[in-house]
């Protein structure tokens, strides 16, 4: 079922919609604003054509688009429906650039417009956590090419997308050495052992002995069934004909896809490691392989930030925080041309963390409505009143972040995906963070503990003579700030304050002044009231990522713009560009 406002049947317009919102939000497109019918009209020039469409302004300048409003005024003066076709080949950018974009929007279409005829509704208020993760098929809520998945064929989407819930066994591979570079938690034998249980590993020891080749020499990989069919014939090829790489076929425990596509969930085990897979398929902003220098840091990362979470009783006592640590990470040719494409991360399990009639969903379902017409967590809300349950889940989603950026220093990128809600029956009652090989940033003087943060230096000789902002280290308190209202507030809680106030009628300035209360109480009651200053949450304007920017542009690794601050009293909702 869909977000607020979209229809499951009509993802064209939802694609339009939200390809519209972004250009206007990024101000990719220069839009005349006049009142309309309590909301706002835009109208704006491209190419020498005229668009229009009508909606709103949201916090932080966030434009929600109305339902089959994109309109192009015609040759006979007449204003009649947008495609995609009249859009996308006037924007900025490459013939290529356009080209590429135009190509995920229409696979996103495809994909979605699959989903709908194949798929029967579901009750997804009774679900498991692993069904769940799967059942979430919304997308991303802002970024239109939310289910682009460009690699994958529709047999291919029915096979390995988070939607069928279809299972699949890892193929493995026994790569040479000298390509491997590897961080365990245990003796190699054991972790094994461990990982695959004792079944499974005597059966890939057994192949590994078969073929003649010996421990010492070759060590195993896991590799996504999908991405050993694309790498094959062309890079992987080459290892396997030349004796550096063997293919031991499918084995093992059964996995099946998260949302997120190349993290995996154990069902056979439920309560063994999830597993995150490198895939060549560019999803939403990025192609899905591993960052190379990542996979062996991912460790040390989230043990550094699982320890300060220990070392704090706030986290225990008022912001109560699960860390899921990724604690292996085995990666191929870490400076070759297969960087990024043949690794693995193992990652601590959601559900093993539960205690006694706890239960856990990603915090993304609860901007979503079900098929009775009605939010997720409605039931939850009737039951404890929307004000305190409301109260309730803004202190869990927001302090124990805040405090892990103010008070430590370290920023999370804390989406609706690497957010996990623990609940007794619907009550909120702490979180979960995931995912953090890729999406940490900190300042070393701005740090709490700086003789705690992980020897980078060691990890990894790429790191040698790394310019700040390069990986996880920055000297601008300003891209921590970022990374945190990002992720947290403009393209996570700005769903949920919308949900808000379309479903049970509470103004979204009321939602975002009481988040502006929580924070500034935060500051007082531990004393970080110049730290929370120097990272400027409350300036009046802020700059956000602009996603398609990057997408159409594509000269640098990321572009930024400025956006009107929801935190900032009696800001203007208006966008300007930086």
Not at 24 to 45: K, N, P
Not at 56 to 77: K, N, Y
Not at 135 to 155: Q, V, W
Not at 554 to 571: D, F, G, I, S
Request: hydrophobic content about 40%; overall charge negative.
């Amino acid at each position: 079922m869909p977000l607020p406002l979209e229809k499951p049947d009509r993802s064209r317009d939802r694609v339009i919609r939200q390809l519209v919102a972004a250009l206007l939000f990024e101000g990719i497109v220069e839009a005349r604003e006049s009142a309309y019918d309590g909301g706002t009209r835009f109208q704006w020039s491209l190419g020498g054509r005229e668009f229009r469409c009508r909606g709103m302004a949201g916090p932080f300048g966030r434009i929600r688009i109305e339902a089959g409003s994109v309109e192009v005024l015609a040759g006979c003066g007449r204003w009649e429906d947008a495609s995609l076709g009249e859009i996308v080949p006037l924007l900025p950018g490459t013939g290529i650039s356009r080209g590429r974009l135009l190509g995920e929007l229409e696979q996103t279409i495809a994909f979605c417009e699959w989903n709908h005829r194949n798929l029967p509704s579901r009750d997804r208020r009774r679900m498991s956590f692993v069904e769940l993760e799967g059942a979430l098929d919304e997308g991303h809520p802002y970024h239109p090419c939310y289910k682009a998945r460009t690699g994958f064929s529709i047999a291919d989407h029915a096979a390995y997308g988070p939607e069928t819930g279809q299972a699949f066994r890892l193929v493995w591979l026994l790569v040479a050495r000298k390509h491997l570079n590897q961080v365990l938690p245990d003796r190699e034998d054991a972790f094994w052992k461990s990982e695959l249980g004792e079944e499974t590993w005597g059966e890939i020891r057994a192949k590994r002995q078969e073929l003649g080749l010996s421990g010492e020499d070759f060590g195993f990989v896991p590799l996504h069934p999908w991405q050993w069919k694309d790498l094959n014939e062309t890079l992987l090829g080459g290892w396997i004909a030349a004796g550096e790489a063997h293919n031991l076929g499918p084995l093992g425990d059964r996995y099946v896809a998260t949302q997120s596509l190349r993290s995996l969930l154990n069902i056979d085990r439920p309560l063994a490691a999830s597993i995150k897979l490198p895939l060549n398929v560019v999803n939403t902003s990025s192609r899905r392989t591993l960052e190379p220098h990542s996979v062996c840091t991912a460790p040390a990362l989230s043990a550094w930030i699982a320890d300060a979470v220990r070392g704090d009783p706030s986290f225990r006592d008022r912001y109560p925080l699960t860390i899921l640590q990724e604690y292996a990470g085995i990666v191929a040719d870490r400076e070759g041309p297969l960087a990024g494409q043949v690794g693995a991360i193992w990652r601590e399990n959601a559900e093993a963390a539960l205690l006694a009639g706890e239960a856990i969903v990603p915090f993304n379902a609860l901007m979503m409505v079900e098929a009775d017409g009605k939010p997720f967590a409605d039931e939850w809300i009737g039951r404890f009143g929307l004000m305190p349950w409301l109260n309730r889940l803004l202190e869990v989603a927001i302090l124990p972040v805040w405090h892990l950026l103010v008070r430590h220093g370290i920023a999370v990128e804390a989406h609706g995906q690497n957010m996990l809600l623990v609940h007794r029956d619907g009550w909120p009652v702490r979180l979960i963070l995931r995912d953090f090989h890729e999406s940490v940033e900190f300042s070393p003087a701005f740090l709490h503990e700086p003789e705690k943060a992980p020897d980078f230096l060691s990890l990894n000789p790429v790191y040698r003579g790394a310019e700040p902002d390069q990986y996880y280290w920055t000297g601008n308190l300003d891209s921590l700030r970022e990374l945190v209202m990002d992720t947290l507030f403009i393209y996570n809680l700005s769903e949920i304050s919308h949900l808000i106030d379309i479903y049970y009628d509470l103004p979204e300035s009321r939602f975002w002044r009481r988040v502006e209360s929580l924070l500034a109480t935060h500051a007082q009651e531990h004393g970080v009231q110049h730290r929370q200053t120097q990272l400027g949450h409350a300036r009046p304007f802020m700059l956000t990522e602009s996603l398609i920017t990057r997408k159409l542009l594509a000269l640098k690794p990321e572009y930024h713009h400025e956006v009107p601050n929801a935190l900032a009293a009696r800001t203007p909702e208006r966008r300007r560009k930086p």
